[in-house]
């Protein structure tokens, strides 16, 4: 299945997946290069909620450019595979050698506004990110392994640490959500 068809399937969480749902599926016919970041308007992206075999923890990173501790995750960059895109940012971002998907369905889907910054010396304007967000499961006996270029760290927290841990007030409803859907899942039989 692709992704649009994926999307198209996709039940909505809340009013705020609703209406994102309704803007990326737009974007998605509207917009041949839409995977690609030279679309300097908007883009796909894939993001990871990391949690551990309990689902009691999950993993974060140390992001550089938005001085704060966020999911891992990245831009699609021709890739139409978004779930690949999650894990292989994941893997890249936190050094972990091994983590799978909870599911093979979407976890959550935002629409997300990325200020101007510079990214490795070059000006990078304001866009927004149409992100695709997939649960993914991780031991949290691993060692973890930051990506200098990208965060300085990489860590664990607790559910409710995660979004606290976040100083980027814009996302902590977004991290919540997140919570809230890991939380209403069946618990895990592992």
């Not at 209406?19 to 883009?43: G, K």
């Not at 101007?116 to 967000?133: D, F, M, S």
């Not at 006996?141 to 990506?147: G, I, V």
């Not at 995660?162 to 007030?169: G, I, T």
Request: aromatic content about 8%; hydrophobic content about 40%; some cysteine.
């Amino acid at each position: 299945m692709d992704f649009a068809e994926q999307l198209s399937a996709y039940v909505p969480y809340n009013e705020q997946e609703a209406a994102d749902q309704a803007v990326i599926l737009d974007a998605l016919m509207r917009y041949p290069d839409v995977y690609e970041r030279s679309n300097l308007v908007l883009h796909m992206t894939a993001s990871a909620w990391i949690s551990n075999a309990a689902q009691d923890r999950v993993l974060m990173i140390y992001h550089n450019i938005y001085d704060s501790w966020a999911w891992t995750g990245g831009h699609a960059d021709g890739e139409r595979d978004l779930m690949q895109v999650a894990v292989r940012e994941a893997k890249e971002e936190t050094g972990l050698r091994s983590v799978r998907p909870v599911t093979d369905a979407l976890f959550s889907i935002e629409t997300l506004t990325v200020n101007p910054h510079r990214k490795r010396g070059t000006y990078v304007p304001a866009h927004l990110h149409l992100n695709a967000t997939y649960l993914l499961e991780a031991d949290e006996s691993e060692p973890l392994h930051h990506k200098a270029d990208e965060n300085r760290a990489a860590g664990w927290f607790s559910l409710d640490d995660a979004v606290a841990a976040c100083s980027e007030p814009w996302m902590r409803p977004v991290y919540q959500k997140l919570n809230d859907k890991l939380r209403a899942m069946p618990s895990p039989l592992h």
